[in-house]
């Protein structure tokens, strides 16, 4: 388990793509529904009588001006706020792994490693190689199964093969050493100027 493993791109957390998911889902649906409700009564298959009808009937008018209706529309409003600030918060929500947890000791001792302490000695690390010109990289996952994003950004100079060859080979192994792990899948992603990337095309 030398070389990086592929890895989707993560952006956020497994619970945030289902509640993604599941929200647009019932949009869809809701929106599915009305947009067919709609189609049929202004084709008339309900009947001429409900393609004819005002948007807003009287009867509906007269509702609207009774003492109950708006505050329902304002609590229906209040939970619509609710629910939408719930959904943002969600969205903020990434599975980067903040510190990992090395070993415990049966004495009750704990060893916490940092996560930018990791990135930062393996930015450090991939930048001092040729042709590098800049490094970014985060974890993900959990601390008994880690997995390594990692982004390079090349000046043109150096095979892209060659880059890569030295991060599988050094700069994951250093990496995987510092964890205590035998696999730490990578996801590997190599910037290449755009004069190299039009050429290579």
Partial sequence: MSGPAALAPVTRTPGAVRVNRSVLTVLALLLLAAGAFTLLVGLGVLGA??????????????VAR???????????????AALSAWWLVAQAR???????????????GRT???GTALTRAVEDEVGDLAGVTR????LSGTS???RLHLRVRLDGRVDPAQVHRAISGEVLA?????????R??????????????????
Avoid: K, M, N, Y
């Fill in 144 to 146: 008994s199964a880690p």
């Fill in 66 to 80: 009774t003492g109950w209706f708006w505050p329902v529309v304002g609590v229906a409003a209040l939970l619509v």
């Fill in 94 to 108: 990434t599975d980067r792994l903040a510190r990992l947890r090395l070993d415990d000791d049966p004495a009750g």
């Fill in 112 to 114: 916490l490693l940092e």
């Fill in 174 to 182: 250093h990496a995987r050493q510092a964890l205590e792990v035998e």
């Fill in 184 to 201: 730490l899948p990578a996801r590997v992603e190599l910037d290449l100027p755009r004069s190299t990337a039009r050429a290579l095309g």
């Fill in 49 to 62: 009588d409900q393609a004819d009808r005002a948007v807003v009937d009287p009867p509906v008018d007269d």
């Fill in 135 to 138: 490094a970014s990289a985060h």
